[in-house]
């Protein structure tokens, strides 16, 4: 994706959070989200210190404790939120208008070099660019992590829910091969129902599974299900048994198979 594209993404994620939060009651901050041991209000500081820690500023480290902590990021995620749990949801919203604010800015006077120059990311040495593709897809599932609880359903599709997809189909070939266990010659399709619409073909050969545009043939295997529900199963949100259980995912084709892949969709940290 190119600088205008991302920059944009995140004009649009960041007035969908202002707009949702400047709804929000403190009671309704507080309300427990789709994350084990975080609230609504702690997805929006998860977003404050992330910008806060790209634009160089010392977030204190604390030590952090619980069962809903299971890895290094976690422990980080979890220490960047101390310093606003202490904070009503209406200060953190403006906290998060500051920092938004000033990192649209650096992000839209930022060269195309710079953009584009490979150091650290979530997901290994990449493109600066990739990085900040990522920060939309986590803001947006952040989003719709707090959404649902609150039965305040909104935000399913648009730009920041297209980029979300697109970051996730980088990931499919790792998805269906490595954690799904798709067999040699698999010929796996997904498709996305809505509201992004999207249909992602994964190819298994020589032991490696890849994204392709198009199959020779029919696909070994089918899941069909809404994005929405893809991108909660693949953030790990929910329990992929119950989606099938009620027909919320479909399988075709091979269903050993596409039943493995659905078990295991789950790949975010």
């Known amino acids: 994706m190119n600088k205008e594209q991302i920059v944009e993404g995140f004009s649009h994620i960041w007035e969908k959070w202002n707009r949702f939060g400047s709804d929000l009651n403190e009671a309704q901050w507080e309300t427990p989200s789709r994350l084990p041991g975080w609230t609504v209000k702690d997805n929006l500081a998860h977003i404050v210190g992330g910008e806060y820690m790209l634009s160089r500023r010392e977030i204190p480290q604390i030590e952090v404790t619980g069962d809903h902590i299971k890895n290094p990021v976690g422990e980080a995620n979890e220490k960047a939120l101390q310093i606003f749990r202490e904070k009503e949801g209406s200060e953190v919203l403006a906290l998060f208008r500051e920092i938004t604010s000033e990192r649209l800015q650096v992000l839209t006077e930022m060269s195309e070099s710079d953009f584009e120059a490979v150091g650290f990311t979530p997901v290994g ?52 091969g490595k954690k799904g266990g798709a067999p040699e010659g698999s010929k796996v399709e997904i498709v996305l129902s809505g ?75």
Not at 136 to 151: M, N, S, T, V, Y
Not at 156 to 171: F, M, N, R, T, V
Request: glycine share 8%; proline share 5%; aromatic share 8%.
């Open 125 to 176: 040495e990449a493109p600066y660019s990739r990085f900040m593709r990522i920060r939309i897809f986590d803001a947006w599932l952040h989003l719709q992590d707090c959404r649902k609880p609150l039965g305040l359903p909104g935000d399913e599709d648009g730009l920041p829910a297209e980029i979300a997809i697109d970051e996730i189909s980088s990931a499919v070939g790792f998805i269906v």
């Open 195 to 269: 509201p992004v619409e999207r249909t992602l073909r994964v190819e298994v050969n020589d032991g490696r599974a890849s994204l392709v545009e198009t199959f020779e043939g029919e696909p070994t295997s089918i899941l069909t299900l809404s994005s929405l529900d893809f991108t909660a199963l693949t953030g790990g949100r929910e329990d992929a048994v119950a989606y099938l259980d009620d027909g919320r995912v479909a399988l075709g084709g091979d269903l050993d198979v596409a039943r493995r892949i659905a078990e295991n969709l789950a790949y975010t940290m």
